[in-house]
């Protein structure tokens, strides 16, 4: 503990339940994680097309230790697999984002897309049914008018409550490349979807229109040099977003200037030092995700190796940059031939935009503290990952003599990796996905 403490000032725990199960199939595979914005409910999806969403359950005066565990609150099929018969294109239904709306009411709203339609799902909760029908009987069945002799007044009954999930809308034929973001927008009207050459906006209320904000797509395909990674909104400001591509630029665009951004506000880019120039630095540049601080005056973008935090007022060179796993360096070669070079890992922000995480392989997650430069290297695994006990901080060794509670990086399991995360909006909680295990950790309860 007191080890743990020297590094970062969050000491996360486990929850009573690690949400796995032992004998997993591709489609169990996690393939997004997504705090709410009130952090009371978490969503995953997964390669099946399933959503499942956990809610916190409400603090206990008899139980101090249990801080609000989350609990399976909805599971629903979000997507199925399709197939393009003009293009003879196999579909995936495996959910490659989510995103949550802030709540108006009772229900709750989210997005969810695979790689050509985004969905609008809406989460309700339903403990009353109605009754005494006039037209139809108790199970639904049209009666015959001849046989009405008297009208009814239908009534409420109670019933066991039930969380229902239904499709709103479906926004789809509107990419011809797989969609890698979706974002919403601070005016709560509008948000983007990203795929690989261009990025739509759309009306929540329109399903059969979106308007083209940028297409990077050139008129010979043999002259593209890159492509987009991750796009997504200003915070706070709604004529504003940002995009990252594989070249390892950022690029921010104001939608006031023209209705097709195809000259950026900005543009950030560091340069390459030419002493490191290597047959695989254009791979390891490309930005994998792209977030905006809760404050918006910085965008944090994460590569193969490094995580940048940058300002907004700097284009030239990021104010941060934070080493995940400089130890594979080395190891490019084997990472290149088993593909785990093209990983796309994620990163996020703490609610306080103080700490940053991103994942790592071995199913190891990274923290870095932006005030104390101090950072952190944690474990999700079953076995380090009991109940209410405080996760112990691990050490890669690359050479030399290798100490008790170090593991070597030739021992590294790069199969097992962290590609998804998220934190809890304005407490210290996280959620980590390994493969087809959730972790959930918490802050150390005093």
């Known amino acids: 503990m007191k080890c743990f403490s020297r590094y970062l000032p969050y000491l996360f725990r486990p929850p009573n339940t690690i949400l796995s199960c032992s004998c997993h199939t591709e489609a169990d595979i996690i393939s997004t994680v997504e705090f709410n914005h009130t952090g009371e409910l978490l ?111 239908p009534v409420l009954r109670p019933m066991d409550l039930m969380v229902e999930a239904t499709p709103r809308r479906v926004f789809a034929n509107a990419h011809t490349y797989h969609i890698n973001s979706i974002s919403v927008n601070s005016d709560y009207e509008t948000y983007m979807s990203a795929d690989d050459l261009r990025i ?57 200037a023209s209705a097709l951004c195809d000259r950026h506000s900005k543009f950030f880019e560091e340069p390459e030092d030419p002493s490191n120039r290597s047959f695989f630095s254009e791979i390891i540049s490309s930005i994998s995700d792209v977030k905006f601080s809760h404050s918006g005056r910085y965008i944090m973008t994460r590569d193969y190796l490094t995580v940048k935090v940058w300002d907004l007022n700097m284009e030239n060179r990021p104010i941060e940059t934070y080493q995940v796993h400089d130890y594979l360096r080395s190891k490019l070669c084997s990472l290149y031939e088993n593909d785990c070079i093209f990983d796309k890992f994620e990163c996020v922000w703490n609610g306080s935009d103080s700490v940053i995480m991103t994942g790592s392989y071995n199913n190891f997650f990274r923290m870095f503290d932006r005030n104390t430069k101090r950072d952190v290297t944690l474990e999700a695994s079953r076995e380090n990952s009991k109940p209410r ?56 309860v005093n």
């Open 43 to 153: 969503a995953t999806g997964d390669k099946g097309g399933r959503v499942v969403i956990f809610q916190r359950e409400q603090e206990s005066k008899n139980q101090s230790h249990r801080r609000g565990e989350y609990n399976v609150y909805s599971t629903f099929q979000s997507h199925e697999p399709e197939f393009d018969y003009l293009k003879s294109l196999e579909i995936e239904e495996k959910i490659n984002k989510i995103r949550w709306l802030p709540q108006q009411n009772a229900a709750y709203f989210l997005l969810s897309t695979n790689d050509k339609t985004v969905k609008l799902w809406k989460v309700s909760e339903r403990d009353k049914r109605p009754e005494g029908y006039n037209l139809k009987d108790e199970d639904g069945r049209l009666r015959d008018p001849s046989m009405i002799t008297m009208l009814r007044v």
């Open 389 to 444: 006990a405080i996760l112990k901080p691990r050490k890669v060794c690359v050479g030399g003599k290798r100490r008790k509670d170090e593991i070597s990086v030739d021992s590294l399991d790069f199969s097992k990796k962290i590609l998804h995360t998220a934190w809890h909006p304005s407490e210290n909680i996280i959620a980590v996905a390994a493969t087809n295990n959730l972790y959930i950790f918490q802050d150390k």
């Open 200 to 256: 739509n906006l759309w009306n929540f209320e329109i399903i059969n229109q979106s308007f083209n904000i940028v297409d990077i797509k050139p008129a010979n395909m043999e002259e593209l040099t890159e492509v987009i990674t991750a796009a997504e909104f200003h915070p706070h400001h709604c004529n504003t977003f940002v995009y990252s591509s594989s070249k390892g630029t950022i690029r921010l665009c104001d939608m006031r």
